[in-house]
């Protein structure tokens, strides 16, 4: 059985505001928090299965809906997360880890992935 999503997950909500500003408005900006509730608390963690399980929402195409249509900058929210958690791995981040993120660049490497290790969204990647 899966457990509605009533609220953002507590962690969702302390980390999401660096991405406030790249949203147009705060609907927007809601959807995204569901979403990224939806990857971290369901075992499902489709955009169908998202929807379904957001209380919020009505009309479970308004998520869908935000991912294709919506005016919203992907490749600034993707920049923002990795900045920030350059930032704050910094402090135990050895010089291999360093020298890796060098080698990848910025847009390859394990780092880069927004969903859970082994889902079908990251299990093409490859490292040379």
């Not at 927007?28 to 928090?33: M, S």
């Not at 499902?44 to 479970?60: G, P, Q």
């Not at 998520?63 to 920049?79: C, I, K, Q, T, Y």
């Not at 350059?86 to 981040?93: E, K, N």
Request: charge should be positive.
């Amino acid at each position: 059985m899966q457990l509605p999503i009533v609220a953002p997950a507590p962690v969702v909500t302390a980390h999401a505001d660096i991405f406030r500003d790249l949203f147009v408005n705060r609907r927007q900006f809601r959807h995204f928090q569901h979403y990224l509730t939806g990857l971290i608390v369901l075992d499902n963690n489709s955009l169908t299965n998202i929807s379904r399980c957001v209380l919020e929402s009505a009309d479970k195409t308004n998520l869908s809906r935000f991912f294709s249509e919506a005016p919203w900058f992907h490749d600034g929210v993707n920049d923002r997360r990795l900045t920030s958690l350059l930032q704050q791995t910094q402090a135990v981040r050895g010089p291999t880890a360093c020298r890796l993120r060098l080698l990848w660049g910025p847009e390859r490497g394990p780092a880069d992935t927004i969903s859970r290790p082994g889902s079908r969204h990251t299990s093409a990647v490859r490292v040379p």
